[in-house]
């Protein structure tokens, strides 16, 4: 069974800092490419970055110089530093899995941590 598990989140205040985890499992993490989303109240789902499992990174403008993607593929884990956070960082936040042909079309999806920017 495959499962995706979220952790370090938690309410913040602006200027702060968090690093988020994902740890999976039941899967051959270093052959796929890990993505991080976040969806805020009356927002759409955003993606936030991407890295493959070459190591190259891909982070959406929003986020970009203040989140930093990593991964280390000895613990199964995906991890996402966020520096110099904003209000408008608040949302909750998941971990997908890039897609493989043998996987569902949306890949595998983690229940999602909870990031509140608030002073």
């Known amino acids: 069974q495959v499962q995706l598990v979220e952790s370090g989140g938690g309410l913040v205040q602006p200027g702060g800092s968090l690093r988020l985890s994902c740890t999976a499992s039941?899967?051959?993490?270093?052959?796929?490419?890990m993505d991080w989303y976040r969806q805020a109240p009356g927002k759409q789902r955003e993606l936030v970055a991407t890295?493959?499992?070459?190591?190259?990174?891909n982070y959406a403008d929003s986020v970009k110089g203040r989140f930093t993607i990593s991964r280390d593929n000895a613990k199964n884990t995906v991890y996402l530093q966020m520096n110099s956070l904003k209000l408008e960082d608040t949302a909750v936040y998941y971990c997908?899995?890039?897609?493989?042909?043998?996987?569902?079309?949306?890949?595998?999806w983690g229940q999602g941590t909870q990031v509140t920017v608030s002073s």
């Open positions: 997908r899995t890039g897609g493989k042909s043998w996987d569902p079309p949306d890949g595998y």
């Open positions: 039941g899967i051959i993490f270093r052959i796929y490419a």
């Open positions: 890295i493959t499992s070459g190591g190259s990174r």
